[in-house]
């Protein structure tokens, strides 16, 4: 079946300028997590969606990331005011609910900020 | 103290060699550990759980020392194929729906 899909699979933006990453996980996965991956660096966690409960937001770095997610579908990654440490790879992953162990990532969306 | 420690590497072995990565954890209120594997710009994957009684996978062995807060993960036979960078996972305390990733240990086979 389908995996874990991201868009844009690249993103280059200017410094000040917003940015939205899409995620869409594997269906049935009610787990839908957010990570950084800086280059050389290990995953740093973002954030983590769990059925219809608050989310846990605990990794976020800044109140200029923010996400959303529609049910148990997708997934949005908002970042605003980009700067330029903000260059990373965003992966999400997804996960059934009884196995939030066994994490399926999607490609990632490499952002680039000039 | 970071939370998840491991040794970078890379670790350079030949076809054949048996090869032992070690990670420590920092709080003991973790509960479930496990090992993925990234291939070079590819997206992280499930490699196996670690339990305390040691869980083996074919040439792959991982072993949970809890007193210790230590975790390994011993490859046997190495292929080229098993050139990947190890990442060493733990679940967050009192919450083992969050993961806690390593930066993982680089391992390079060559014939």
């Known amino acids: 079946g389908a995996g874990v899909s991201q868009s844009p699979s690249n993103k280059v933006t200017e410094k000040g300028k917003d940015v939205e990453l899409r995620c869409d996980p594997i269906?049935?996965?009610?787990?839908l997590y957010w990570y950084r991956q800086r280059l050389g660096q290990g995953l740093e966690f973002l954030i983590y969606?769990?059925?219809?409960?608050?989310?846990?937001k605990s990794g976020l770095p800044s109140d200029r990331f923010s996400a959303e997610r529609t049910g148990e579908s997708v997934s949005t990654l908002t970042i605003q005011r980009t700067q330029q440490e903000d260059s990373a790879v965003y992966l999400c992953a997804s996960s059934l609910a009884g196995r939030t162990y066994e994490q399926y990532f999607g490609p990632g969306t490499r952002l680039t900020v000039t | 103290r970071k939370e998840v420690e491991q040794d970078p590497g890379p670790f350079n072995v030949p076809e054949g060699a048996t090869v032992a990565f070690n990670c420590t954890y920092s709080n003991s209120a973790s509960q479930s550990f496990f090992w993925y594997r990234q291939d070079c710009r590819k997206e992280p994957k499930l490699l196996m759980s670690?339990?305390?009684s040691g869980n083996e996978d074919g040439r792959f062995t991982a072993q949970l020392n809890r007193a210790s807060q230590y975790i390994s993960l011993l490859i046997r036979d190495s292929k080229l194929s098993d050139s990947a960078t190890y990442l060493c996972?733990?679940?967050?305390?009192?919450?083992?729906?969050?993961?806690?990733f390593g930066t993982g240990t680089r391992l390079q086979v060559f014939p």
């Open positions: 969606f769990q059925g219809n409960s608050a989310p846990d």
């Open positions: 269906s049935g996965h009610t787990a």
């Open positions: 996972v733990v679940s967050a305390p009192y919450n083992t729906d969050k993961l806690i």
């Open positions: 670690v339990y305390s």
